[in-house]
């Protein structure tokens, strides 16, 4: 007998019949005679309605800007998962299974207070193992939790993953299931490249990096939590028969494990693509060429949440003045033009230039830490196919390069291809 933490993503209860089969998933586990804990998403697409609710509301009420007051935006966003935890449980019941719904401020979930994007802080989780114990199914809202103002706070998205793996750690879980829509982790999206293939194992560190660049099949999150709690992960798919041979099998379930690296035998050099959509590079141009100056830059931007990534440096001939180039989410590129627009004079820069809609792919592999060339293989590969790259980032298991936005899925399937990570 084992504790299980079983995680259904937004497709995977799209609609009642979804949920009927994923109850199926949860009987499947039960009958076992495990202990089950159930994390759910929203319906597919009701997060982002709610989102668009909330963006819109200050407009058609007359405002002449979006701004909002965060702790709304989560009590708004928040309640897609409620719909589906109430659902699920009474589909479970329906089964016969003894179930019972629980929203994070119920367990409690205990998070800090950054609205939008709360972390967790803390989870009691006593009472889930005590009904658990009793043959009870927990099944609880992810992506939320209670805040320190006694306010529903949310993880930001894609955090459902997160609420699992956390809860997994407070439970003291065997394993924790993410079903999704795709049987496991992939080479690179397999909605962009068709050959991509599935990882039987991937290592913490790799996820992470897949995650943080781009790969939204596990919120980064959800992957620190599993990699510091050792919580033995699972991604895997709602989407098969829930009783098809293996399914259920407690030590090898069909998916992709995150594990350890140590416990990878056959390590390739790279191991996946990753891309990420909409960034805008930004270039501050003729900057005197001074200690503090990037302090001065980039100080301002931390102090208004926008998340700068590339950041490239060119001095001048004469050394007197620099051009500083950097990168953030396209949709944090208004304010972080506004913030240096404010900053101009300490700064000291004599024009700014940005570019909206580019793509940064990503080559991530633990292999490459003592593999020489892997750089050199994609500036190649890429050149050979006309793509001109705009930024270069690297660290010791992974290549970001920046490119313009149309040629995305060519670069990724390039890259795919040039590490002979097609499937054959
Ligand atoms: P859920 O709603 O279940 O949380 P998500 O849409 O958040 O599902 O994540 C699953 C999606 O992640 C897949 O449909 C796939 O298109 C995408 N994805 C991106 N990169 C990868 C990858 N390397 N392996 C698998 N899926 C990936
Ligand atoms: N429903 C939330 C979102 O769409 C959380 C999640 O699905 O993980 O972001
Ligand atoms: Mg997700």
């Not at 992960?233 to 399914?247: K, L, N, Y």
Request: charged share 25%; aromatic share 4%; proline share 3%.
């Amino acid at each position: 007998m084992a504790r299980i933490v079983m995680k259904f993503g937004g497709t995977s209860v799209a609609d009642l019949d979804r949920i009927k089969n994923v109850a199926r998933h949860v009987k499947r586990e039960v009958d076992a005679g495990h202990e089950v804990a159930v994390v759910v998403s929203a319906m597919s697409g009701k997060t982002n309605e709610l989102v668009g609710w909330v963006q819109n509301i200050p407009k058609v009420a007359g405002a002449n800007h979006s701004i909002y007051d965060a702790r709304e935006y989560d009590a708004v966003v928040a309640s897609g998962e409620q719909v589906t935890s109430g659902l699920l449980a009474i589909a479970l019941q329906a089964m016969g299974i003894n179930a019972r719904s629980w929203q994070g401020w119920q367990i409690p979930i205990r998070t800090d207070n950054a609205h939008g994007a709360a972390r967790i802080l803390d989870i009691d989780g006593g009472e889930m193992v005590r009904r658990m114990k009793e043959g009870q199914v927990a099944v609880v809202a992810g992506f939320q939790g209670l805040g320190p103002d006694n306010r529903v706070s949310t993880l930001g998205r894609g955090g459902s993953d997160t609420s699992a793996v956390a809860i997994a750690a407070a439970v003291k879980a065997d394993r924790c299931d993410i079903y999704t829509d795709v049987d496991g982790v992939y080479t690179t999206d397999p909605r962009i490249e068709p050959k991509a293939r599935r990882l039987k194992k991937i290592a913490f560190e790799e996820m992470l990096e897949m995650a943080s660049l781009g790969a939204k099949v596990l919120q980064v999150r959800s992957v620190e939590l599993a990699m510091v709690f050792k919580v033995r992960t699972f991604v895997r798919s709602s989407f098969e028969d829930p009783d098809a041979p293996g399914m259920g099998d407690l030590l090898n379930p069909p998916g992709t494990l995150i594990c350890d690296e140590e416990e990878i035998v056959e390590q390739e050099v790279v191991t996946g693509i990753a891309y990420a959509k909409d960034e805008a590079q930004i270039s501050l141009r003729r900057l005197d060429d001074r200690p503090g100056v990037s302090a001065a830059i980039f100080g301002p931007l931390a102090e208004s949440h926008i998340n700068v990534d590339m950041i490239v440096q060119n001095i001048s001939e004469d050394g007197s003045k620099t051009d500083m180039t950097f990168t953030v989410p396209s949709g944090d590129a208004e304010k972080a033009l506004r913030v240096l627009g404010e900053n101009k004079e300490k700064i000291g820069y004599d024009v700014v230039q940005s570019e909206s809609g580019l793509v940064k792919v990503s080559v991530i592999g633990i292999g490459m830490r003592s593999h020489a060339g892997v750089a050199a293989t994609a500036f190649r590969a890429l050149a050979e196919k006309g793509i001109n790259i705009k930024a270069i980032t690297t660290s010791e298991i992974k290549i970001s390069i920046l490119i313009d936005g149309p040629y995305a899925e060519l670069a990724v399937r390039t890259l795919h291809s040039c590490y002979g990570l097609d499937k054959s």
